[in-house]
């Protein structure tokens, strides 16, 4: 079992920045891929960017890439989103998710609660 808290979430003017936080915390964050994922409202939940176990692998978006960096700390058992040069379609809630399986695409199985991003223009 792995538990997962975001925190870092807020409101920024556009093109202002956020780093995201996730502490995850139980056995094998090291063994974890990791992913951001984030839902607006009235949106389905999608993809933001994913990391593999040890952070040689990652995946990103179409529309974040180039502005948003996941990385992770595994002594800290904590993952990372910073987000760079943010716009308004960039507002939603920003979930952390974990699964014990290779491939950073397709379904996670531990979620965080979330955390609220809002960008005004």
């Known amino acids: 079992q792995v538990q997962l808290v975001e925190s870092g979430g807020g409101l920024v003017q556009a093109g202002g920045s956020l780093r995201l936080s996730c502490a995850a915390s139980g056995r094998g964050f090291s063994s974890t891929t990791m992913g951001w994922f984030r839902q607006a409202p009235g949106k389905e939940r999608e993809f933001v960017a994913g990391?593999?176990?040890?952070?040689?692998?990652?995946l990103y978006a179409d529309s974040v890439k180039g502005r948003f960096t996941i990385s992770r700390d595994n002594a800290k058992n904590t993952v990372y989103l910073q987000m760079n040069s943010l716009k308004p379609e960039d507002t939603a809630v920003y979930y952390c998710?974990?699964?014990?399986?290779?491939?950073?695409?397709?379904?996670?199985?531990?979620w965080g609660q979330g955390t609220q991003v809002t960008v005004s223009s």
């Open positions: 990391i593999s176990w040890s952070g040689s692998g990652t």
């Open positions: 998710a974990a699964k014990f399986r290779l491939a950073i695409k397709g379904e996670y199985d531990y």
